[in-house]
């Protein structure tokens, strides 16, 4: 089922301005995950986050994790053309299904 | 990185006939592999767990008689869509985990688009 809520649904940013997602979840965890997928394409993994880390970078994305919020956020960093996705979060509960948020719809303008 | 490959891309059918979708994982072994549908700007909902050499794990809701999975080894799982109305259309997605990983790492295909006229 999902769990996962995301906001903003959607979010349009100008090129090299930042982007912050934000991800709530209801149950606990073993890991939280980040994904992006283009337009009818398929998901391509970001990050992945430990219930007991609370902050992650790779290269231009920084996720964090506040387990006794049960929230998680995603922040691009001077963002480009080329980040015009939409944005998944999906959380494992040790039973290796993932559960996905609604998605956050980022649109970076040239 | 590791590769997952679905085939079909797109597919057209009429109503009433019976759809396979296979997903192969391409440069690692994987155990359990999940199929995932997606309708327009919505997220994915999980449908089954797919397990090489045994019975597929149907999520609440999910006709198991209607989505038939067939993971026969450990780099193919095939989803049928038996008998297929317009209201399944949809973006179907597999996922596979390489079970040599510690954690959880799903590799997603690119999925197959499936309109039934």
């Known amino acids: 089922s999902q769990q996962g809520e995301e906001d903003p649904q959607a979010l349009s940013i100008q090129e090299g301005e930042n982007a912050t997602m934000n991800c709530s979840y209801k149950?606990?965890?073993?890991?939280l995950q980040w994904y992006r997928q283009n337009s009818g394409r398929g998901l391509v993994h970001l990050i992945l986050i430990r219930s007991n880390e609370r902050e992650k970078h790779s290269g231009r994305l920084r996720v964090t994790l506040d387990t006794s919020k049960k929230s998680s956020s995603l922040l691009i960093t001077a963002s480009r053309a080329a980040d015009t996705a939409s944005y998944f979060c999906a959380t494992d509960a040790n039973d290796y299904k993932l559960s996905f948020g609604a998605g956050t719809t980022v649109t970076v303008r040239a | 990185g590791a590769v997952v490959s679905q085939h079909p891309s797109w597919v057209i059918c009429k109503s009433g006939t019976s759809v396979k979708i296979e997903c192969r994982s391409l440069?690692?072994?994987?155990?359990?592999m999940f199929w995932y549908r997606q309708f327009p700007k919505q997220s994915l909902m999980l449908m089954a767990t797919?397990?090489?050499?045994?019975?597929?794990?149907?999520e609440q809701g999910v006709e198991k008689d209607k989505f038939l999975i067939n993971h026969a080894s450990l780099t193919l799982s095939t989803l049928t869509v038996t008998s297929a109305h317009p209201e399944d259309s949809s973006f179907y997605i597999c996922?596979?985990?390489?079970?040599?990983?510690?954690?959880?790492?799903?590799?997603f295909g690119p999925g197959t688009r499936l309109t039934v006229l």
């Open positions: 996922s596979a985990r390489d079970s040599v990983l510690a954690y959880n790492e799903q590799f």
């Open positions: 797919s397990n090489e050499g045994s019975k597929a794990t149907y």
């Open positions: 149950t606990s965890i073993n890991n």
């Open positions: 440069d690692f072994q994987a155990t359990t």
